[in-house]
């Protein structure tokens, strides 16, 4: 079972510098955001380079569920991918596959970055290749109506909840809504059932430590360009 609390932030800046930097302090991880802010393939290659050289982990949004886009991010070592619009199992077992090489779709080369460049062989190779963890974001009702089904898959990592979207699905404007609170209360229950990791977005300490009592133990605060901005204000 998970119980490890991890804590990360959503980098939204297209510099290998900013997750260097982040790699300075005591962040378990950060999370390349593909999906909102924009990383071309050549980017997210710099982005984690910059990760592994600082040692910390880098995962990746991705903007859609594609072969190639998976692909690509995984040949170039990214620690696991946060899938945005997982609505059901179906949909995960989908990312699954094209996530895996033994009993998926993933197309093999010891050539990429994950591989050592060609140094290893390809039964190290298939070993590294099934190790990135793959997080499905739940962020509307079809998905909280589906979401045990989600988290039961086998392959899915973890659950992530994306309160923004999940909110608008229900027809609301507030993401902290006591119906979103309730259905981010069932993902996360979802997730430890299975002993998945339990993800949400949090604004900072005060959410994480409600959240962290409620079950979650894998955390995505703020972002670079909202912490910059809440640094300057603290001292305007």
């Not at 790699?23 to 999370?31: C, P």
């Not at 071309?40 to 190639?68: H, K, T, W, Y």
């Not at 099934?130 to 973890?158: L, T, W």
Request: hydrophobic share 45%.
């Amino acid at each position: 079972m998970i119980k490890q609390t991890e804590i990360g932030t959503f980098v939204k800046t297209a510099s290998p510098q900013v997750v260097e930097v982040l790699g300075t302090t005591d962040l378990g991880f950060v999370v390349v955001d593909a999906e909102h802010a924009p990383f071309d393939r050549g980017m997210l290659d710099l982005m984690v380079m910059a990760g592994r050289a600082s040692q910390i982990p880098v995962f990746i949004r991705i903007a859609e569920i594609n072969a190639s886009v998976i692909l690509s991010c995984l040949d170039i070592g990214a620690a696991g991918l946060l899938i945005p619009h997982v609505d059901n199992a179906e949909i995960a077992k989908e990312v699954v596959s094209l996530a895996h090489y033994v009993g998926g779709k993933r197309g093999f080369s010891s050539s990429p970055r994950f591989a050592g460049y060609g140094s290893l062989g390809m039964k190290e190779s298939l070993k590294l290749g099934e190790s990135p963890k793959i997080i499905c974001q739940i962020e509307s009702q079809e998905a909280i109506d589906n979401v045990e089904a989600i988290a039961s898959v086998s392959g899915v990592s973890g659950i992530f909840v994306g309160r923004a979207d999940l909110a608008l699905s229900m027809g609301l404007d507030n993401p902290r809504d006591e119906s979103v609170f309730l259905a981010t209360l069932k993902s996360l229950n979802a997730a430890l059932k299975f002993n998945k990791m339990a993800g949400i977005h949090v604004s900072g300490k005060e959410e994480l430590d409600k959240f962290k009592l409620l079950g979650a133990n894998w955390f995505v605060v703020s972002s670079d360009q909202t912490l910059l901005r809440q640094s300057i204000a603290g001292f305007i």
